[in-house]
């Protein structure tokens, strides 16, 4: 508002500036100093109009004092600068220019209007003071409403935690009295609220108890730990034992003493007796029941860190012709074997520091410890060769179960179980190189010489491409007139290091990796070429016609899509006719096959290849079966032969020679002898009415040449 600054307007507001500069250092107020003089005005304004009233107007007064305390002037300082500003500039900046005016009455309105002005003020203090105080004391009245509600809700849900948690919790104090415990704790230990708190924390003694159980406890109680955690066991009143996993805390007072000691335990009885369950299975063989392979190792690690003095013994075991039983009578008879036999080995090994395992497969092992393994090892390995002896029925067939014994002895701490079960293994492998249904001790030099089927399984792949292979021929001769019809081509392999190697030795591991088909393929290209080289060499000059050639196929062979069509390429490519060509199978990989597995073989008999059921004899088959195979002949396993070394030979073993012929001739199948190594032998088969033999009494494999001669010999002798 614009005045003229001599104006009363004008004067007014001098006043009203001055009064405001005076009270505003020490008000609490937000506004501005301009703000606040505007603020001022009114009430200079007021103060202006009471002092030129006609009459004093105390009330009109009070209401600025109050009007002051309301602008936040509440600080004593800003009245007293009030009442100075007033006493010394209100008349002189409002007072009446009326000259008929008595001279001192605006000063003694000014007085009385600051003795009225301070009234106000200090009632409206009060009030506002008081009515301050009120709220604070209803807020404070509500807040205590609102923490006490808070307070009742955090107790509740705190006993609901206590009561409802899974987890038993139980209050004692530092004695050790059971003050208070939930329901969780009450079931898990199946006692009643009573009979739980009749007892003193200090009677859960529990046999397994952790060493430092009760050290800590006392430590605890004694103030010096605030908590410990372990796994611990209770007795339940019913016998049972209850394992719990344990946390106990010590609970201070506010001064921080220790008052109660707090226990939360969870139940890990299942969790326990699961976790036994997994290690169990972990460590067992499912089908037997014995320890497996994981659990013999640390068994046998732990053995040989064994101090001075301290001896082991072990047997390695591998049963011979399993896979046939397997093959030929299918798994689950093959499992009830197994069962049997896991029975037997742990009847034999039952002393103390004694062990049997199933390493995987037919291969077990048995261990015994202690000073004198020198002498007990030897007395197990006859025990466990002895418990095979009797025939094990299945299905109501009486199977001979025979196996190959690798025994490892010596002194604790030399070597690696690694090692150990490595030597094992050779050495049942030289049981089995030499016959099987036999046990060998270790020998170092043996070991250091042998090969590991790891070994050989790497250098398979390789040894096909250097051209490691070749193919000796064993003469297969007619029993009737002694000429030679043709020859078995077996496969060996030139070992760089271990010199020439059997078919048993690496067969099965090429078969494992697949190898077979390739090998199998070069084996047959190889002995048809031979066979057209014979043919070219003699023509038709053998006393029976052109030689024929003999080859083994694996069952993996069998099942390869491209076993027709490699066997039609190598033939036409050769120029030899299928009729020269038989094929043999082993007995079990025909056992149980179906009509898809068997298609080939009648495809390639129909194109005139001979197929041979080899070994059999060995396969437990049944020989109503042999209708549905597409074979014509049957190569009688040399067990046969075996029985006729003996002479006069077995009337039953001839019996069932005779049986088997008769019937394959029925069949129109021709019956071949393996094993034939003696003239007695050859004769007697003849008697009983085989058609060719094989055998070491005609010739041993050899190489290509010496059929040229024994051919040759024949249809010129
Ligand atoms: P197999 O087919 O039954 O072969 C006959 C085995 O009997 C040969 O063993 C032969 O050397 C042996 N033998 C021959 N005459 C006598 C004898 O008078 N007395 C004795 N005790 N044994 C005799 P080899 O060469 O060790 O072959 C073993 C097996 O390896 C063969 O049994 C055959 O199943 C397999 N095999 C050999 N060559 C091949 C091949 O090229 N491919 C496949 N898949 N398997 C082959
Ligand atoms: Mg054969
Ligand atoms: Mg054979």
Known sequence: MSAEPDGPEGRLRRFATIWSRAVYPVTSTSLTRAEFEEELLPLARRLSGLLRAHSFDAEGAKAVGAALVDAHCTDPEALTRTLDCVDAYLVLYCGEEDPEAPQDAPRLR???????????????????????????????????????????????????????????????????????????????????????????????????????????????????????????????????????????????????????QLALMEDTTERRLLNLRLRYEATHDALTGLPNRTLFFERLEKVLAAGEGQRFGLCYLDLDGFKTINDSLGHAAGDRLLVEVADRLQSCATAPGEMVARLGGDEFVALTTGPGTERTVDELAERIMTALITPISIDGRDLMVRGSLGIVEGPAGERTAAEVLRSADITMYRAKSAGGNRSELADPEADARAITRHGLTTALPTALERGEFFIEYQPLVHLGDGSVRGAEALVRWLHPQ?????????????????????????????????????????????????????????????????????????????????????????ESALIGADDDLLKPLRRLAEMGVDIALDDFGTGYSNLANLRRLPVNVLKLDRSFTQGMQRFPADPVDLKIVEGIVTLAHSLDLAVTVEGVETGAQAEQLRVLGCDTAQGWYYARPGPPERLHDLALMDATG
């Open 110 to 260: 000014s007085s009385r209007l600051q003795h009225a002005l301070a009234a106000g003020y200090a009632q409206a203090l009060r009030e506002r003071t008081l009515a301050e105080q009120e709220s604070i004391a209803q807020a404070a009245l509500r807040a205590q409403g609102v923490v006490a509600q808070a307070l009742h809700a955090s107790e509740a849900r705190f006993r609901a935690v206590f009561e409802g948690a899974a987890i038993g919790i139980g209050i004692a104090d530092l004695d050790g009295h059971v003050l208070q415990v939930n329901g969780a704790l009450l079931r898990m230990f199946g006692l009643s609220s009573q009979n739980l708190r009749d007892r003193r924390v200090q009677d859960w003694v529990h046999p397994e108890d952790a060493p430092q159980t009760w050290k800590l406890y006392e430590e605890l109680v004694r103030g010096e730990r605030e908590h410990y955690h372990m796994e611990k066991a209770f007795n339940r009143p019913d016998g049972t034992v209850l394992w719990t996993n344990l946390t106990v805390s010590l609970l201070r007072d506010a001064d921080g003493d220790p008052q109660y």
């Open 498 to 586: 271990h010199g020439v190697l059997g078919p048993d030795r690496f067969i099965p591991l090429a078969e494992h990796t697949g190898l077979i088909v390739p090998l199998g393929r070069w084996v047959l290209e190889e002995s048809i070429r031979q066979a057209r080289a014979w043919r070219e060499r003699y023509g038709e000059e053998t006393a029976a016609g052109p030689l024929r050639i003999n080859v083994n196929l694996s069952p993996c062979q069998l099942s390869h899509p491209g076993l027709v069509q490699d066997t039609v390429e190598i033939l036409e490519r050769a120029g030899v006719a299928p009729d020269a060509l038989c094929l043999e199978v082993t």
